[in-house]
């Protein structure tokens, strides 16, 4: 079975301190999402992308967060600097979507996120 | 803006008793209202899509429905392992990305 595979699972940071999730998608799918968990919030968009473009990133606080797909099997997600309210787990997901396409999104398990 | 709501927020059932999982909605023209099953420490798991009202389907004990306004998650005789967060999505056709958007989630209990 094909998987969303995201890197690390779990990341510890001090405030102020860089951080970078990564997400390999499954293979021919042409969409790759950002969502951020957390109990009060559920599942929040942060930023998507079609065939590697950015088609909105609207859910990102654009100071601090940044999210990129330098290849079809790499898409990147960095926070720089971090604060604590940015603790939370971060799921990638891909998909065929758009156009004649309507698969259903695959998610990674997550990277945790706690910032002290 | 598109919107989803699911109740109860949490629900606890005895082993075998059946009960229903709701999933309201509100979009700009359906593309399709996807169910997914968390488990604790993983990432969401894909169950069911559904297109158009009236349209069912069915995977072991769960059975998932769908009408203009909202959908339902029938559990019949529950069991232990059924434990789970269950989230529906939508996805609107009118929406040039495509977004999906989740609903907040319904954490079900199934007590032996």
């Known amino acids: 079975d094909a998987r969303v595979t995201q890197t690390p699972r779990h990341k510890v940071t001090e405030m102020g301190q860089e951080v970078t999730m990564r997400c390999q998608p499954i293979?021919?799918?042409?969409?790759v999402f950002w969502y951020r968990q957390t109990m009060m919030q559920g599942l929040e968009l942060l930023a998507y992308?079609?065939?590697?473009?950015?088609?909105?990133d609207s859910g990102m606080p654009k100071d601090r967060f940044s999210a990129e797909m330098p290849d079809a099997t790499l898409a990147t997600l960095k926070i720089q600097p971090s604060e604590p309210r940015d603790s939370a787990v971060y799921f990638c997901?891909?998909?065929?979507?758009?156009?004649?396409?309507?698969?259903?999104?695959?998610f990674g398990n997550g990277t945790r996120l706690t910032v002290t | 803006e598109d919107q989803v709501t699911q109740s109860p927020e949490a629900l606890r059932l005895q082993e075998g008793e059946s009960s229903s999982l709701n999933c309201s909605y509100t979009?700009?023209?359906?593309?399709?209202l996807f169910w997914y099953r968390q488990d604790p420490g993983k990432g969401p798991e894909f169950l069911f899509t559904?297109?158009?009202a009236g349209e069912e389907k069915e995977k072991e004990r769960l059975k998932a429905t769908l009408t203009k306004k909202e959908s339902f998650l029938h559990i019949t005789a529950p069991k232990p392992e059924d434990s789970a967060t269950y989230l529906c999505?939508?996805?609107?056709?009118?929406?040039?990305?495509?977004?999906?958007?989740f609903g907040p989630g319904t954490r079900l209990s199934v007590l032996p």
């Open positions: 997901a891909s998909g065929l979507v758009g156009g004649q396409y309507n698969s259903p999104l695959h």
């Open positions: 293979l021919g799918h042409n969409t």
């Open positions: 992308f079609r065939n590697r473009a950015p088609l909105d």
């Open positions: 979009v700009s023209g359906l593309r399709g």
């Open positions: 559904l297109y158009s």
């Open positions: 999505a939508v996805q609107a056709s009118i929406d040039y990305g495509q977004n999906f958007v």
